[in-house]
């Protein structure tokens, strides 16, 4: 059954994140040949509707608004809403993302429909849409249809893999004016403190470090080793509640979830609430003094040592690869 | 204040999971509250002891819930409500659960609602912000700061380890992060007191919805658990020669690097 799917584009320091352009190859599957349409919503976003066109969208609509700087449910659920009105999709996609998560329930509570969260494959399967999200902290999975109305899901990042960038591709792009009325929550003041650079969420690498990292100065190699390797630095909520580390680094159920090609766990025991972030990993690696650390249990390799020592001849010898390979 | 808490029965994920016939196994598992509900519960007993008034806990679920409900009686809510649809509904998602929490509130003049961000067993996050839309209140989600003076409200919020400041006025829902607060353990006079205060059933029939009224919207049709890791390479020898090791196996074996 073809269909027409919205898609929800995410800014983020004026450009599109990553899983934007995943949710585009996903909502490709959901369409079974119908349109597949990109959403932007923002200040000034004009200039984004062509990105999503070349990862896969065949038309894109922009939302421009002064209400619509930051995020907030009120702002983006009318403008979305009103997207909705005009093109009344059969589907819709966004990541499962602080603002997708936010939002995405109520837009479905709006429209009485249901809502599929935090997917991380989809198929199609005996003529159903077939969704596979995990369940009790990443310990199992479940799969999911839709039986009645809209499909609706949010995507985990990192795990749906997105369309190659076609930059001859083209399509129709227009503009939809909104009125944005009566949002009931203001935002005061924003402390950004996600690290630049690399986002944790899309990180192909990631070194983390945890309580047994012992002080903010014990980060230092791991940031080496991530620069090496061209990954980002993570945390334990241990390394975050010592204040080792800021808590935009925490990896975790109240942190991020992260699903990287490579995960080097440093120092880290590996509690259920930890490993919820992480468990998806391609591959593990951990680093501990204590054999018996939970970590080694969904650790691919594990190296029983001190963390202080293992990390500086692991970066040489990475260098000395990086050498032989160029 | 009237406040209100949606607290949700789970499974306590640190435990082993097993299937038994294609569902989770749950002879003998551990139950316990939500553990971003207890600091829904914790901040509600908190805001109640500021400003005065009455804390009443809300579950969606079956018999089984009271336990978790007596507990967060004896942590200091006032009541406790029991919404058991388990013979009216046969299957019920985040829809379903909503819908039911909306029209249970609807009526009840709440001014502060506290649920969790998240369920760990379930793990959606829908059911927050699904209830505020449906009584048509703001919600603001993973809150790790609440201040209330009269009607104003004053919010941390955090957005992937930023943190927003954010003004709204009651009534409001608001939902729980790790962070928010610590929550009490009951106390042994708690747990006594617990017992006499009043817990009540309901049923779907007492909210005038009809099972088609709630009917889910999806439907789960298969629970697997992830494919068995073959037991992790633990490296042994020099640590020098392990480090080698380790990356020649993420070079030619993993093939990440
Ligand atoms: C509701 C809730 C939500 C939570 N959410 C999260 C979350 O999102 N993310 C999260 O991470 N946690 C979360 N937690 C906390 C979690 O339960 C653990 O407390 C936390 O993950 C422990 O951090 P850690 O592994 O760094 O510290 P520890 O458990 O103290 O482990 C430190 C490890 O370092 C090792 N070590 C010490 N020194 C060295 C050395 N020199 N070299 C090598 N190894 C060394 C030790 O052997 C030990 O295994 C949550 C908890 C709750 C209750
Ligand atoms: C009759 C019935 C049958 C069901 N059958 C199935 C089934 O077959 N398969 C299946 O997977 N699930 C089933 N469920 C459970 C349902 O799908 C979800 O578990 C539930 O709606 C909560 O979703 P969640 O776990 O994603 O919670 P989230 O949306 O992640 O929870 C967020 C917050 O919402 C509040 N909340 C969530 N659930 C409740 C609740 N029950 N009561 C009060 N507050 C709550 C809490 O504050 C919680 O912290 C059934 C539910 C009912 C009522």
Redesign the interface.
Known sequence: MARKVLVLGEVRDGSLRNVSFEAIAAAKTISEGGEVVGVVAGKEVSGLAEALIRYGADRAVTVEHDDLGQYT??GFSQALLAVIESESPEGIVMGH??LG??????I???L???????VTSLEEAGG?L?FT?????????????????LVFITIRPNNIESLQQDSGRTGETSSLSVEIKNL???????????SEGVDL?EAK?IIAGGRGVKSEEGFAPLKELAEV?GGAVGAS?GACDADYC?????IG????VVTP??YIACGISGA?QHL?GM?NS?????INKD?EANI??????????DLF??LP??TE??KK?KVSAN | MNIYVLLKRT?D??EK?T?SNGK?NEDGAEFIINPYDEYAVEEAIQVRDAHGGEVTVVTVGNEEAEKQLRTALAMGADKAVLINIEDDVENG???TT?KVLSEYLKDKDADLIIGGN?A???????????????LDI?????ITKLTIEGQNV?VIR????????????LPLLVTA???LNEPRYPSLPGIMKAKKKPLDEIELDDLDLEEDDV????????????PK?EA????QGD??D???E??G???SE?K??
């Not at chain 1, 998560?101 to 109520?106: G, S, W």
């Open positions: 449910s009120d993302t602080a998560k936010d939002l995405a329930p109520r479905a509570g709006k009485n429909s249901g809502l599929i969260s935090d159903n077939v999200r995990p369940i009790y902290s990443g310990k199992a999975f479940e799969k999911k249809i839709i039986t009645e109305g009931r929550t203001i935002i005061k003041d924003v402390v950004r403190k996600a969420s690498v390797l909520r800021d808590y935009s680094l925490q159920q109240t942190g991020k090609d490579l259920i919820a468990s391609k591959v593990i690696v951990a054999p080694f249990k969904v650790a691919d390799y594990g190296i029983v040592g020592e293992v001849l692991l010898e990475f690869l | 499974f994920t640190e999971i299937l989770i998602d985040q829809y909503a998240v760990i067993d379930g793990g959606s996050g829908q059911v927050g912000p699904r209830v505020a839309e449906l703001p919600y603001i989600t993973t004053s955090d957005v992937e380890g930023d943190s927003e400041t954010i003004e709204t006025q992060q790790q962070g009917e889910a919207k999806t439907k789960t049709i298969e629970i697997f658990l992830p890791k992790g390479k633990v490296l640590l020098a392990q480090v080698k380790l990356t196996l993420l070079r993993a990440v690097i």
